[in-house]
């Protein structure tokens, strides 16, 4: 049994036996199990579950973080009479390879108020972004890649 489902199924004992339907409940419950599993971890097989938890919670609160001011400034932008965004249109060059690497990086893209995943070049390297707030090519590239990119990249390689 893989050690998430695992720790699933000791949150939901967890919580049953506490006879509460809490999420922070079940959530604290995951963390108890999560704590214990990993002093246990001499006991199982070679798995990478103690080090793709973490890079997993790392990249819900980063792409959390990023959700929050993009809705607030697309927000500030709808309220305010003159409108402050400058849309365009980039190419991302991708260090997702799989499929499935690059379905997370351009979905998550897309979920993001304010930018959304167009199209994959042939090559399959390239990712067109329509951004509404563009004023540095550069920057926001860069931002991208060295934020949700690398964040998801971390989660699915490890």
Known sequence: ??????????????????????????????????????????????????????????????FLKELVISNLRVLWDVITPRHISRPGIIGIPLEARTDLEIFMVANLISLTPGTLSLDLSEDRKTLFVHVMFLENVEKTRADIKNGLEKRVLEVMRS
């Not at 004992?13 to 199990?33: H, M, P, Q, R, Y």
């Open 1 to 62: 049994m893989s050690l998430l489902i695992l720790n699933i199924v000791f949150a939901a004992v967890f919580t049953l036996l506490w006879d509460s339907g809490n999420i922070i409940l079940f959530l604290s419950g995951f963390a108890l199990g999560y704590m214990i599993l990993w002093v246990t971890s001499p006991l199982y097989q070679d798995t990478g579950y103690f080090k793709k938890l973490p890079k997993t919670l790392n990249l819900t609160v980063y």
